[in-house]
Structure formats: structure tokens, C-alpha cells
């Protein structure tokens, strides 16, 4: 079968913690520092939906296998038609596509709803992150230094940005 993309559902959110702890909170992918869980991750949900903001997941075989969303960049009413991202595939299953059809499907929505810039925050040693935000046409606008503290060392991150036209 081939995989799907589609909003997440209530049902979806034990598959989405446990890749989010997995992928993100055993990594540097995230800054979170402490596992989430499923209730933490629905109440993410709800925040999300009541600024219209998407969850959408992977899925082969109704299995989830990733997912990806965006929130507000800053809070700021300036910043509101900007958004920050997050994208998250189960390591056995990267290289397979699954990114780029949740981002693609992502960066239609945003667009769709009159966003201006999409802006990943990635860890600057997540090199496999960067080159794939460059193949979907972001572009590195930054480098912050020592920002973030995990792991026992000081992490810094880049700013890759999408602007749209
Ligand atoms: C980053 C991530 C989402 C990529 O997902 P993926 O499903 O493996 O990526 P895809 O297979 O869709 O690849 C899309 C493109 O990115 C490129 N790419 C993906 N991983 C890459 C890597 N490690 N090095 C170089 N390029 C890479 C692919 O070659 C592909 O390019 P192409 O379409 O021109 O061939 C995945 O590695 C992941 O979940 N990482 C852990 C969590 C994370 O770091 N998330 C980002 C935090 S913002």
C-alpha cells in the first residue's frame, strides 16, 4: 500500500508520542529534554487545532510511521504569518520518502493559508536535517550559539527558512 498522508486523529497520538520520544526526546532533534506523554502530546493537539494550525501524520497500512506539524514562530502578533515546523520519521523508515510527502503536504497547507515563512529551528550536528530542509528549498538564514543545553553540552541551531512568494 501506499503511504498516506492525512490529518492526525485522537486515535493516532499513542504512535505520535512514542516517535516523538523516540526520534525527537532521545535525540537533539528536539530541545524537549523529558519524555511526553500521550496526554501531554493530545493537549499540544488541541492547542494546535484552535489556531488552525495542522498535525498531519504518515501512515502505511493505517500504521504511523511520522508526522508533521507547525505552530506559531514567536508570539508576537507581528510573527502571524510565520510558523515553525517540526517533522519526525521512525528512523527504520527514513530515506523512504516519508518526509518529503509530510512536508510537501505541510508547506501546502501553510501556504494555503496565506503564510508567508516557514522556519525550521535545527540542531546545528542534525546534518541530516539541514540537507533535507536545502532539497525542499529552505534556506539557512542563522546560527545561534550555545542556545540550548541537553545531552550535558551547550547545542547550537540554525534557522533554515522557506519564504513564500
Ligand atoms: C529529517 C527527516 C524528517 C527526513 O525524513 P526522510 O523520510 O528520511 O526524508 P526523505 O526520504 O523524504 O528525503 C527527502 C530528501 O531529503 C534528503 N535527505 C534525507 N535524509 C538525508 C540525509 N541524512 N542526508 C542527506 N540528504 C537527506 C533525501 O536524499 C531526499 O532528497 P531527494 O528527494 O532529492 O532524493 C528524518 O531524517 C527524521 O525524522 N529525522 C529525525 C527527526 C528530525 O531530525 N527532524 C527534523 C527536526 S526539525
Redesign the pocket.
Known amino acids: 500500500m501506499p503511504p498516506v498522508i492525512r490529518p492526525a486523529t485522537r486515535e493516532d497520538f499513542a504512535d505520535i508520542t512514542a516517535i516523538y520520544n523516540e ?2 526526546i532521545g ?1 537533539t ?2 530541545y524537549d529534554l523529558e519524555e511526553v506523554s500521550v496526554e501531554n502530546r493530545l493537549q499540544w493537539w488541541q492547542q494546535r487545532r484552535t489556531m488552525n494550525h495542522p498535525v498531519l501524520v504518515a501512515t502505511v497500512n493505517e500504521t504511523v510511521l ?1 508526522f508533521a506539524s507547525y505552530g506559531p514562530f514567536r508570539s508576537k502578533s507581528g510573527y502571524r504569518y510565520t510558523v515553525e ?7 527504520e ?11 510537501t503536504a505541510l508547506i501546502d497547507h501553510a501556504h494555503g493559508h496565506r503564510m508567508h515563512v516557514m522556519m ?4 546545528a550536528a ?4 539541514i ?3 536545502r ?2 528549498g529552505f534556506v539557512e538564514v542563522g546560527r545561534m550559539v550555545e542556545v540550548a543545553h541537553k545531552f550535558d553540552c551547550w547545542q547550537d541551531a540554525v534557522l533554515m527558512q522557506l519564504t513564500f512568494s
Open positions: 526520534a525527537g535525540t532533534a528536539s511520522g515546523h517540526g517533522v519526525y520519521v521512525l528512523p523508515h527514513h530515506h523512504s520518502g516519508l518526509g518529503r510527502m509530510l512536508m525550521g529551528v535545527v540542531d542534525n546534518t541530516a536535517s540537507a533535507f530542509h532539497k525542499l
